[in-house]
């Protein structure tokens, strides 16, 4: 009789971890599908300043034709920044480093491009440059805070996969931690912008 009821309470003791493990591999695969739907937010919005900048390039071509260079490290900048594709799922800190770093240098090749409007006046007058530089500002302003929600859905995720108990089933279920945006060494200095 003894016997059977620590037989009984040892199996109801495997049960109770095993749902309980359950529901912890559950709760992860939640908060890592939230992460990658928020990297996929963060490259909608990087894929939206990528598609406005053909507009802005060949608004800009037209009223200042000396400055060649600086549209072509614009639509380069824009080249290497596409051509980087990154996995969510399957991204390493290295990966998301080089996709920061290529839009960051896409960034600076825009910031350069919009300055080009104070030597022309005509250009900071023309309609159709200015509504393509306030999408693009409010753009910048969609990146920023998609990398923060998305850097909130990592903190989320990283927290439950690295505290005890979650941690113990993280190693068990294949989960690791996932990487965040952070801002590049560059990203400390205020570029400067000359002509």
Do not use: C, W
């Not at 490259?43 to 060649?68: C, F, M």
């Not at 006046?121 to 998305?150: C, D, H, M, V, W």
């Amino acid at each position: 009789m003894k016997m059977s009821k620590t037989l009984i309470g040892v199996i109801v003791a495997v049960l109770l971890l095993f749902f309980y493990g359950i529901s912890q591999q559950r709760s992860m695969v939640v908060l890592s599908e939230e992460v990658e739907q928020k990297m996929a937010d963060v490259q909608s919005q990087y894929q939206r300043r990528s598609d406005l900048i053909p507009n802005l390039v060949s608004t800009v071509k037209g009223y200042a034709k000396h400055e060649s260079a600086t549209l072509e490290n614009v639509i380069a900048a824009r080249a290497r920044a596409t051509q980087i594709t990154l996995d969510p799922a399957n991204a390493t800190p290295e990966q998301i480093e080089a996709y920061q770093n290529a839009q960051g240098q896409l960034s600076q090749a825009l910031g350069k491009l919009l300055s080009v409007q104070e030597q022309y006046p005509e250009l900071k007058a023309n309609e159709q440059f200015s509504q393509l530089q306030a999408q693009l500002e409010g753009t910048e302003n969609r990146i920023n805070e998609s990398r923060q929600i998305y850097n909130e859905a990592v903190k989320t995720y990283n927290i439950k996969v690295k505290q005890f108990p979650g941690s113990l089933f993280a190693g068990f279920f294949g989960m690791s931690p996932k990487t965040p945006f952070r801002a590049s060494e560059a990203a400390q200095t205020a570029p400067s912008v000359q002509f």
